[in-house]
């Protein structure tokens, strides 16, 4: 089974569904599956027609998204979980205590996976491996201000705000390729 990246924003419309359709570009050659969910979701929901666009700039058929509530099951099932905020993170801890070691908010652990040394050998786990390394890395930096760590959300905004914020995940999770990549 191949290992699987969730993530998680507030509605699941916005945020995490681009982050979802941008780590499918970036991680297609490797052995990861990814996911996204919403801790306040409603089920069945499509995308906001902004998100959409810029997943479908990206390559990706968002047609036939639909928002997911999240479930314990979803993190218990998660080798890696990524949220868009602080609180989003607190509402998956508070969910799955389980899943506190491998819990992180996107932008925080795109900067952990930016200052992790990559493997220099294949690891049999290579999402694991990227997870240990960036986890190790998380004692070589200076604590970020809290905020540093949300991912502001685009609701109410243009399509450009939308672009920014896709922006954003992607340069935070190009690091986790690039982990994932050399441990593969």
């Known amino acids: 089974m191949a290992d699987r990246v969730l993530f998680v924003c507030h509605a699941n419309l916005c945020r995490s ?31 906001h027609p902004y998100a959409m666009q810029v997943a ?6 968002p047609a036939d998204f639909r928002s997911r509530t999240l479930r314990a099951e979803y993190l218990a099932d998660a080798t890696l979980v990524l949220t868009a905020t602080r609180r989003q993170r607190s509402v998956c801890t508070s969910l799955a205590p389980a899943a506190l070691h491998r819990t992180f908010t996107m932008l925080q652990f795109g900067r952990l996976a930016a200052a992790a040394e990559p493997a220099t050998e294949p690891a049999d786990d290579p999402l694991g491996a990227a997870i240990a390394a960036a986890t190790r890395a998380r004692g ?8 540093a760590d949300d991912l502001r959300d685009p609701i ?4 450009a705000d939308f672009r920014r914020c896709a922006e954003e995940i992607e340069r935070s999770l190009r690091p986790l390729a690039a982990l994932i990549g050399a441990a593969g």
């Open 56 to 61: 479908a700039e990206s390559g990706a058929d």
């Open 17 to 47: 569904p681009m982050a979802e359709y941008l780590a499918r570009r970036l991680l297609a050659d490797q052995p990861v599956t990814v996911a996204s969910a919403g801790t306040d979701a409603l089920d069945g929901m499509t995308m």
């Open 140 to 147: 070589r930096l200076q604590p970020a201000a809290p905020d």
């Open 156 to 159: 109410g905004g243009t399509a």
